[in-house]
């Protein structure tokens, strides 16, 4: 059977003498068994990068597709990252749903992966594994204070806000005035925007139940977002435009950060124009009529402090909770891409009641046996073919890093299917059949896991969106996993 067959996915796996006619689809061989010609492929990680690696793979006309998560809900960061008042971002789900509606493709929740299962048991299983979990851990801030009350990462007030279940234990303390976030990015100002949006307004999206009440007694009037570098550095995007409309509150910008901007973005690239052009109108342009009393009657601010540096967070007298950031002075050395910030000498204090850390995601190694460089925080590999390690696969930030969004994952984790399914033509990939999530739900079984299956899913969907409906809300989400499960009777 096999010399004729030889490796009996790809185009190499005809021999010589029998090439199939020009233009014709090899039909592979007649008394192969249909598990036999089944690649069976399995993804870790139900986000953007598990969905679109998933969706890729499936134009292969046989491949069997299951998609491992450890939490009981799919879609990862869009369920648990995008912001409450972005809707639109999160309509991707229907894409995935499709996916995961193929009859090739399977969802198992409430599995995890290095824990519940290994990578060398899913090695075995299945032809091929494509890790894309994700990032779920922060980068430290690695300077005194840092594990005060009243400190925590922008990841971990993101999730909680969200429904992430590992941070509904968050418990934010918002009865400061001030707040100060470490960062620039797109994050921060997701944060700083939902510290400062008026909570009506917060109230027809999917924000939990348990955040909107803890927002709804905040106190917080000014934030704060801290960056090492200067306004042409800024890691955020276009979104700031949202933060300068935002209904309640006025920006803080001061003119003389911008002092000889005009000049140096004619160089720049057209999105970084355009972003720098806006933060330069806002600092140094007077507003009109309309903006001016807008700005006049908020009782909120937000304000963007340049070229500090954080050292470290102030203690209250009492030792017991978090009063503020000491900030070094800086400056910037070098040009375009290579410019750093170098401390000046000059240190800031900045009073504050709430520190959050939003320099960056990183992610974690998921099992002993993948390579993982924990500088980086991503696993080495090329074009998402995991160095040394033939038929594992990665995609996404686990591949490449915490940066970009949803789009830029897609055409990341495309390619990382495109390379796969080349690998499994080549006959790179293990021949034979492989047994694929049979093995590993009697191995699940033997060690009481139950997985979620999608349709599971689309109960707990049903049940949060009926709770939604109550309070004009898309859908109340489920925050407790013991609860999913007992809703579903496992």
Known sequence: MASRCWRWWGWSAWPRTRLPPAGSTPSFCHHFSTQEKTPQICVVGSGPAGFYTAQHLLK???AHVDIYEKQPVPFGLVRFGVAPDHPEVKNVINTFTQTAHSGRCAFWGNVEVGRDVTVPELQEAYHAVVLSYGAEDHRALEIPGEELPGVCSARAFVGWYNGLPENQELE???SCDTAVILGQGNVALDVARILLTPPEHLERTDITKA??????????????LVGRRGPLQVAFTIKLREMIQLPGARPILDPVDFLGLQDKIKEVPRPRKRLTELLLRTATEKPGPAEAARQASASRAWGLRFFRSP????????????????????RLEGVDEATRAVPT???EDLPCGLVLS???????????????????????????????VPGLYCSGWVKRGPTGVIATTMTDSFLTGQMLLQDLKAGLLPSGPRPGYAAIQALLSSRGVRPVSFSDWEKLDAEEVARGQGTGKPREKLVDPQEMLRLLGH
């Open 211 to 224: 955040a909107l009440g803890v927002l709804r007694q905040s106190r917080v009037k000014t934030v704060w």
């Open 358 to 388: 939003s320099i960056g995601y990183k992610s974690r190694p998921v099992d002993p046996s993948v390579p993982f460089d924990s500088k980086l925080g991503v696993i080495p590999n090329v074009e998402g073919r995991v160095m040394d």
């Open 311 to 330: 050292q470290q967070v102030l203690p209250s007298p009492d030792g017991r909770r978090a009063a503020g950031v000491r900030l070094a002075v800086t």
């Open 60 to 62: 292969h006309p046989q």
């Open 172 to 174: 934010p303390d918002l």
């Open 345 to 347: 000498g000059d240190m």
